[in-house]
Each structure stands twice: as C-alpha cells, then as structure tokens.
C-alpha cells in the first residue's frame, strides 16, 4: 500500500512518497495506490476522504493562508520555509499520521478500490474538436454559459466529480459544462479523426433495471437473459393489458414516489380497468421494491446507507421513496462507470470524450464503426449486478 503526496499540496520542494513504512523524496510523480494533492487522478485519495467522512487536521494555520491569499498568492507556496521548522515540522508530523490513518481505512475498504478503478474512464477522456464557428454563430442568439465553456474553459476535457453529490451523481468541476449543454447544441462536436465520428452509448432505463436486476432470480426463467425492452417485459410479466407508456410512467411513479394523478388520467384515456394504485403496487412487487426498502430502513438507523456496490450514502430524509431513489441513483451511477471503463477497454482504437450520466460519447475513427457496434449490442454484464442492455447512436 503505497500513498504520493504532491508538493505543492504541502508546502515542501519535493514529492513525498510512502511504500509500507518506507519514505522517500522525489523531485518526480510516481506510481502509487493512492495520491494527494492530485486531484486530476482517477486514485486521488481527497474524494474517498470526503465521501468516508475523514477529515484531515490544517498543515497550515488558517491565518497564514489567509495573508498569502491577500498578498496574491493561493499556490506553490513554500510552506517549509515560510512557517518556523519546528512549528512546521510538529503540524506536518499530525497532517501525516492522520493521513496514514485515513489510507489504512481506506485500503481496507473494498469500495475505495471500486471507485479507484471505475474513476479510471476519467483518466481516458480526450478531448474533441469544435466547430468555433458553429458555437460563435449560436451565442449570438442565445447566450447558452454551457456552448460557451467549450469556446473559454482553459481545460479541453471536463474535470469530472464524484464526491460532490451524495449519490455520486456526475458534476462538472471546470471545463467544457457538457451536462448541462442542451442537446441541439451537440452539433459543436466534432471528431477529431479524418472522416471519424462520433457515437453516443446509452444504458437503456438504467435505473428501473438495477433494481429489476437485483431481485431479478424470480422473474427470468433458467438460462433467459436480461430483457431488452424492461417496460414490456412488465407488461408480458404481469399479465396486464396496458400500453408501453403507461407502464413506464408507472415505474417512474413507484421509483420515485411521484403522484398518481397523471397515471390516473392516462389510465382513463386508455380505457384500462386497472387503477393508478393498483398499477403501483403490481410494479413494487415486480421490481422487489418492498425488499429493497426494507433493507435500506434497517441500514437507515445507523444514519447511512450504501449503494449495492458499498459508497455510503448520508441519510437525511429516511422516507420510503427518498431512500430507494438515492440507492438506485447511486447504484446506476456505478454500474455506468464500470460499463464505460469495459467498453473503453475493448475498443482501444475509439476515443471516449464525454460521459453525460448514464451515456459515453466516443470518438470513432472510419472502419471502427462495426467493432463498436458488435460490443454495444453485448450490453455490459456485472458480475453482482447481471446484464444490462446498451443502445448506439450516431451523432449527426
């Protein structure tokens, strides 16, 4: 187990660099099983410490920072010569020993090696090129902040987070705001290859097949694969004459404790005799709602829960549907993760750029275009959480 802590996140001229009780000074970057001070790498230690709750005592005294930054200086500062050795040398001792200590727990913690290697599609992402003109000609009628970040960010791929939400949900830090980019915009992306271009891999109704997905043993029959289509699967299922639709809304409804109102009304329309409340219940006992619920209210007393595959998530409202909504979330989240690292890992030759959610956008040089498609038809399987279909489509 071995940690390197840049120097700058320090104050020191040089890298330190920890190998099971053995340290050392670097003036150079090293391998290692975690990093501090680099949060750019997809082994950064400072998301896992924020999302376990650990939390570090301040090498610096706040006061000294606080009068470099009125002085203009924020970074790079030699913390080793500007504060007295031995005043730095006792708060660098503390800063390191709690260090050690947070990396023990981390290490020993079977997410952290998860999100480690889930985080590494981060690593991957290359930038695309833009059409400028394009993008120059649309600001002029609207002044979209998200098309113009890919025109003025210093960054050319976005600096992904993890930790800045509590489900793991995707934010953007600084660069290209490709999550909030409206769709239309799109257009400004282009390959970077000559005649390539670019796809987009979805993962189809993510949400509603984790949880199909973990109680998935009593509804697939021996040897039956995941459905492709979860919605009519339902409908076959459960014996029940209703439209495609209405099934969906009725999922969403249950996943996510919405009102019943516009089912009822669309119910109404179809001319169905099944009732909106009638319909929820039949889609809670499909998809092992109760199961799940009842699991994450037990793991709720101890004011967190985890997601299926174990990131804690901080519980602050333990109602039914807030609990099962930030389990899926998180639980999707991961699973889009591992499917892209998978992908990106058998198609070398195609480039990933974007990752919006539960979708990858991938450069895609000519003759490539066959290959990929061969490997998203193959959906993504997880070991513990079983298959899940994909879909492609060709940016135009």
């Known amino acids: 187990m071995s940690l390197f802590i840049h120097k700058k996140s320090i104050g020191t001229s040089r890298n330190l660099f920890l190998d099971d009780g053995e340290v050392c000074w670097t003036p150079t970057e090293v391998d290692a099983t975690f ?12 998301p896992l410490l924020s999302l376990f709750g650990l939390t570090l005592p301040d090498l610096i005294p706040p006061r000294f920072v606080e009068a470099m930054r009125i002085c203009g200086m924020t970074s790079g500062i030699p913390w080793g010569d500007v504060l007295p050795k031995n005043q730095f040398m006792e708060r660098f001792k503390r800063f390191m020993n709690k260090l050690a200590e947070a990396q023990t727990i981390l290490h020993s913690n079977e997410y952290s090696h ?3 290697k889930t985080n590494e599609i981060l690593d991957k992402l290359s930038p695309c090129e833009i059409d400028s003109k394009f993008a120059a000609q649309e600001l002029q009628i609207s002044d979209s902040a998200a098309l113009r970040s890919f025109l003025k960010s210093s960054r050319s791929v976005p600096l992904y987070c993890r930790a800045s939400t509590k489900t793991g949900r995707l934010t953007i830090k600084d660069g290209p705001q490709i999550l ?3 769709k239309e915009y799109r257009k400004v992306l282009k390959s970077t290859f000559s005649s390539g271009s670019l796809y987009e891999i979805d993962f189809t109704s993510l949400e509603p097949r984790v949880a199909f997905n973990i109680t998935a043993g009593e509804k697939l029959l021996p040897g039956e694969k995941s459905p492709a289509d979860l919605y009519q699967f339902f409908i076959e299922k459960s014996n029940i004459q209703i439209q495609r639709d209405t099934a969906k809304l009725a999922v969403l409804c249950s996943l996510y404790g919405a009102g019943t109102s516009k089912l009822r009304s669309v119910l109404q329309k179809d001319g169905s005799t099944f009732s909106a409340d009638m319909l929820v219940k039949r889609v809670e006992s499909f998809f092992g709602l109760k199961e799940i619920y009842r699991m994450l209210n037990d793991q709720a007393q101890s004011g967190y829960i985890t997601n299926f595959y174990g990131r804690p998530i901080e519980v602050t409202d333990a109602r039914r549907n807030v609990l099962v909504n930030n389990f899926l979330q998180s639980s999707a989240v991961d699973v889009a993760l591992a499917g892209f690292c998978q992908i990106a890992e058998n198609i070398p030759s195609c480039k990933p750029v974007f990752i919006i959610h ?7 040089p000519k003759g490539q275009e066959d290959a990929l498609e061969n490997i998203v038809a193959q959906g993504f399987s997880d070991e513990k959480m079983g298959h899940f279909p994909l879909k492609l489509t060709r940016l135009k």
Not at 35 to 46: A, K, P, Q
Request: with cysteine; charged share 20%.
């Open 35 to 46: 990093t501090y001070g680099c949060l750019t790498r997809s082994n950064s230690i400072e």
């Open 114 to 116: 998860f999100f480690i």
């Open 180 to 182: 909030t980019l409206k």
């Open 358 to 364: 539960d979708a990858l956008i991938m450069d895609v």
